[in-house]
């Protein structure tokens, strides 16, 4: 179920969060010490709930950070979570760790986005495979799925790409559930469009492969590489901007990519 904007007061939003998590007001009731009769009478709008009770809420339906704030503003408390820009000093630690982590998985590719996946941060593996993009993809901000599928992008060297796009999209499908987000939207009916060529890899049922998860079949210098892509996001984050962070890595999927990637760089 999409929540949309145009949801008014806080009860008719955590109904929406509640139906979209399949969960019933008895069991949510129950998950939150509370009762049916109060849940009912909050989405109803029959009662106001406390600023305690809206986070109590979102935390047992799984709300994203952003949209506890949006829950507390729809209930006239203030936003109770600070959405810092990455590049405040307070977050220097964390930047700076990012920046470690990323550089330490080398030569293996592994970048930073945020929510709309927009690139933050990218290690010397992840330049390696936009080598030959062409500039206007490249222009801030970058972003990774317009750089993997756009028809200039890495997309024509994807031999899976049918698959990888279908796995991307579906992706970006969860992620506009979660977070109620126009640009995100816009960003998928973008990509969702790009023209796939005739004949491209992936259009007839793969023959079963000796992978552990759907690999990226990418091509680069004559040789095809297979990455496993594995995703991490903060624990319990406190801050908006943070909770939006993700770090993804490429694992190299079988010993021929390790044996190149490791050639590459010393």
């Given amino acids: ?64 950070v952003r949209e506890r704030n949006a829950l507390l503003l729809a209930a006239g408390y203030a936003p109770h979570y600070p959405e810092t820009p990455l590049d405040d000093p307070s977050l220097d630690a964390l930047r700076e760790g990012m920046e470690r982590l990323i550089q330490g998985y080398e030569p293996y590719p592994a970048l930073v986005v945020d929510a709309r996946y927009n690139v933050l941060a990218a290690n010397r593996g992840i330049l390696m495979l936009l080598e030959g993009i062409p ?18 992008g890495i997309a024509p060297r994807i031999r899976n790409l049918r698959e990888w ?8 499908e969860r992620q506009i559930a979660l977070y109620r987000s126009d640009e995100l939207r816009e960003l998928y009916e973008e990509v969702a469009a790009y023209p796939v060529p ?24 004559g040789r095809t590489l297979s990455f496993i892509s594995s995703i991490s996001t903060f624990n319990t984050p406190m801050d908006v901007t943070v909770a939006e962070l993700a770090i993804e890595t490429l694992l190299p999927a079988d010993p021929a990519t390790v044996k190149y990637l490791q050639s590459l760089m010393p």
Avoid: K
């Avoid at 969060?17 to 008895?26: A, F, G, K, P």
């Avoid at 509370?34 to 809206?54: D, L, N, Q």
């Fill in 165 to 172: 796009r279908g796995h991307l999209l579906a992706q970006m």
């Fill in 198 to 221: 005739e004949g491209a890899p992936g259009e007839e049922p793969a023959a079963p492969v000796p992978y552990f998860a759907l690999p990226m079949q990418v091509e680069h210098d």
């Fill in 1 to 64: 179920m999409a929540i949309t904007a145009t949801d008014r007061g806080v009860g008719p939003l955590l109904r929406a969060w509640r139906e979209q998590r399949r969960i019933s007001q008895l069991e949510l009731a129950l998950r939150a010490d509370s009762s049916a009769r109060h849940i009912s009478f909050i989405e109803t709008g029959r009662s106001r709930p406390s600023e305690e009770m809206v986070l109590r809420l979102a935390e047992h339906l799984d709300v994203p």
């Fill in 135 to 152: 500039e206007h993809l490249l222009a801030p901000p970058l972003n990774a799925m317009r750089l993997t599928l756009h028809p200039e």
